[in-house]
């Protein structure tokens, strides 16, 4: 049976919009099958035992023998297609019912009438059938029962002259309309609680998958343990900032950190101490912030650990972005008079009783004053940063469409770059005019800096599993002192440079998820690494 058949329902033909899920009315026919198998082999064992001999009168011997024995063997056919499911369920449980019924009224009749007590029976079809099928139908059994019974007893007076017992026969016939209304209200009842459980359990676990999801897409590592430090839940970026790389998953704190467990324990003894460094390999801090998360069962412990670098950089960002609104507003009253200098020095310069040595200091003056320009440029880029707007980028088709139009723009050769594609379809998520503003800078500093005797060679790779793009542009290995220093804004080592460019493409691979670094090949050339995000593994800040 499929997925969808376990939900389907079974309404009776004369009712409207009751029905029973498949698995349950399945279960409650089964049920029903066992009660008529005990009951029909009772009818069977009394007769042959002549425990009670009152029960068969001199002229139902032959009727009660032919219904008792009919009615077992209704009772295990009706089984066997219950536990098949041969047959559709609605016609199965209207024909039990039925059948019910019809041999009730007939061993009733054989054991003297209403007056054997046989008849009560019917009231069990009766509600079974409230809540096998419910609805119309079940008043519709309740009816025929209760026709069944009055016309039994007619039927007896007129030709055995039995007593009469309408009083008795009117109760028994109300008692099955009342059972069977009952029985189908509480069967409609149960069907309604059953369904907003089952709507509160989908919720539920649509908000522990949606809570799941946005944990392990955190940037922050999040960890949730008991007091006996066994670790309950985990998200990945946890064991990544810790550097545990162990294919098994961790047990407990120690397993990622001793260091963390102890300062677990510390935590443990003072709670206000609520936070802690923790110093691993490769001189790289952790910060871990512990906290309390009660719940009526027990009380369970969050950590919640970043990256120190990460979290001075951020440190560094909101200082920068002070900084930078104030250089904006200082740059837009320097510009003025920038400009005036600019004009003044141009129609100086266009003054014919100007010798050689004026004008080569009018030369010196515009060549300054666009120089100040270009700072002023470069500081108001800083003040102007808009959030990213990324979007779906197929990387090696954007870097090939990029390489021309670089070429284009500068006037440089075709010749003088390289494309080595080791993966050939990769899609990144990234804002294309930041990511072409990344490229520019680079691109410029490699034909600038690098060897201009050899190509700049553009890798588009895989790296851990995320694309990854290398620039190698063949220079000398930048030393230890100036790589500290690299990309810190207004830093440089030239001599007509801003000191901005890396800053800038550093900040908007940061602001896309993505990450710029500077390495040293293995051959002690230079190269810059820049790590695109996934498309399809965009991470949350937190």
Known sequence: MTPNQANTIYPCPFSKGYGIPTEQAWSLLKIFFIYRFIISSLFIILFYSQLDTSIVKNHGVSLYTISSHSYFVFSIISGIFAFKRIVNYSLQAQAVILG??????????????????????????????????GGRCALFFAALASLSVLSEHIYDILINNSPRLFTYA?????????????????????????????QHQQTISNLEELNRHIIQNLQSGIIISNSKQEIQMYNQASLNIMGHACQAPPESLSDISDQLSDSFKLWSLDKQQNF????????????????????????????????????????????????????????????NPLGAISHANQLLSEAP???????????????????????????????????????KIQLNLWVENYLQGFIYDTGSSLDNFKISTQESDLWVY???????????????????????KQKVVIEINLFKGSPCISFFDNGKPIDSETINHLFEPFFTTSASGTGLGLYISKELAELNQAKLSYAITHDNKSSFILNLPKADSSKIEL
């Open 430 to 452: 990234m804002d294309t005019g930041h990511l072409k503003q990344i490229f520019d800078n680079l691109c410029s500093n490699a034909l600038k800096y690098g060897d201009s």
């Open 170 to 198: 009117g109760i028994l016939g109300a008692s099955c309309f009342t059972i069977a209304y009952l029985s189908y209200t509480l069967a409609k009842r149960t069907e309604q609680s059953e369904k907003i459980a089952s």
């Open 276 to 335: 802690s460094l923790i110093g691993l390999p490769a001189q790289k801090q952790v910060h871990s912030r512990f906290s309390l998360i009660k719940t009526p069962e027990e009380t369970f412990h969050m950590i919640i650990i970043e990256d120190t670098f990460l979290y001075n950089q951020q440190l560094q960002q909101s200082k920068l972005a002070s900084l930078g609104r104030l250089t904006a507003s200082i740059a837009h009253e320097i510009r």
């Open 100 to 133: 019910d019924i019809i041999f009730i009224i007939l061993l009733m009749h054989a054991s003297g009438g209403i007056s054997s007590g046989v008849g009560i029976l019917l009231v069990v079809s009766t509600a079974a059938g409230g809540l096998l099928i």
């Open 353 to 391: 009783s100007l010798d050689k040595e004026d004008i080569r200091l009018t030369e010196i003056i515009q060549s300054h004053c666009l120089r100040m320009n270009k700072i002023i440029e470069d500081v108001l880029q800083l003040s102007r940063r808009h959030r990213s707007k990324r979007e």
